[in-house]
């Protein structure tokens, strides 16, 4: 709930650059230290743990460095999320979050009041860093720098309550719905529900976030040699690491980005292709066992933090550790995760791709995604998703041009199937168009931070591999 709220408000004010708090215990001082993990798909952006150290306890010496910190107004904030649309930062915004199945609705209203932003002063901070030295003998030091894909990073800025506020989600359930979902331009902005029974409502809890709470952080990643010296990351496109672990390199997938045009395929074509494996996979799975598979996805989707954690859970897997549950909570959430497991089973010792690898994939896919737009894929019906399978091939992919004469792409003919394929390929910034019985796709320039277009041709591939012939 509170990572929700704090997810959803980075979502509105930055462009890519904040780290939104997941949870209520993360203090995070100016210069705590953070470890960034970078993930197994290069699409994937990092995760972030906020550990219990600052700088200072990894320094060797007695002199620690204390940080000049400048503080600033930054806004005031309170936005409604559901199927009531009311959400401002000095002015409105509109985003909403509904399931478009009609089964249930849920409404997260999150009132921060004024914000303040705290930055650290990283000219100075490059003075009071110079000549000093880490403890390469730190316990933390040195389990981090045995992870390759772990790096160091200090808090540089945060985001902070300065007064009492709350979080409120409502939860609602329906006997029974009819919809339809109206959908412009790449955010979902309104949502008209013609109602065939009263919503009868669920639940209704209360979160009250005190005064100097964090909501969300920025860092400064470290490059850390061999001899304990260590320097400031200062450009975007420079990444901290161990010495020990040789050069670092961005690891990047070549997509499309420019603006305008017909959509250039080619390096997504040949990156979806070399996971051909995994979807045929999915798709030759025996029916009984697509649908439970896709049913189970279907359920998951419906909140992004339990597709975190299970795509957390699978990740530990696919490195040949034994899956762990124990920080699942919620016991509903837990049976479905060993229900999956139990599913997917264990990771092959050959080369060739495995139903757990297969899921993983997806699943990190989903976890790249808004929680919109997996609710919008979420209740797509299996011809849908078969009809966004061959739009995405045709138009994406090949960057061709589709008919809506193609029996494949029938449901598309119908108001919602357009709508939804339409905010979904916007929300990769892909603007799809229809021209009489022709739908075209042009890409749009993607903001700072967006998941890039092969987010959502896995995820669309994935499950309509599952819940083909369903």
Partial sequence: MFATATKNFVEEIDDGSLIPVSSLSDSLSPL?????????????????????????DLLTGDKPISPVVVETVLLKFHGTYGDSISANVEANLVRVNFNVEGKDTSKLQSSFGTLKKEEVDVQQLLVDSRNRILDMSHCLIQQTRQKHKEVFGVVKERIVTTQPCSVIEEVQQAGQLGGLLSLCGPKLTKVCVKENSSLQKDSNITMEIPPHTVLAYDIIELVVKSTGKYYLCLMSDTSGGFEVDGP????????????????????LKRELDSLTDHFQLLAGLARAKRSSLLQLLRTIMKDGH???????????????????????????????????????????????PSLLSATHLVVSALDEMTEEDMSVLGSCSPPLLQALDLLVQQSVVEGGVSSLRDAGLAPLTEEQGYERAQRLLASSCVLLKRKGDELQTEIINPPRGSPPTIVLCIAVRALASSGHGI
């Fill in 32 to 56: 705590t230290l953070v470890i960034k993990r970078n993930r197994f798909f290069p699409w994937q952006k990092p995760k972030y743990r906020p550990t219990d150290f600052t700088l200072n």
């Fill in 248 to 267: 670092v390199k961005k690891n990047v997938v070549a997509l499309p980005c420019a603006s305008g045009g017909t959509i250039k395929s080619s390096p």
């Fill in 306 to 352: 339990a597709v975190s954690l299970l795509e957390n859970i699978l990740d530990q897997m696919c490195l040949g550790l034994s899956p762990d549950l124990g920080d699942v909570e919620d016991g509903s959430l837990k049976q479905t995760f060993q229900a999956v497991l139990d599913l997917v089973g264990q990771p092959q010792t050959d080369r060739s």
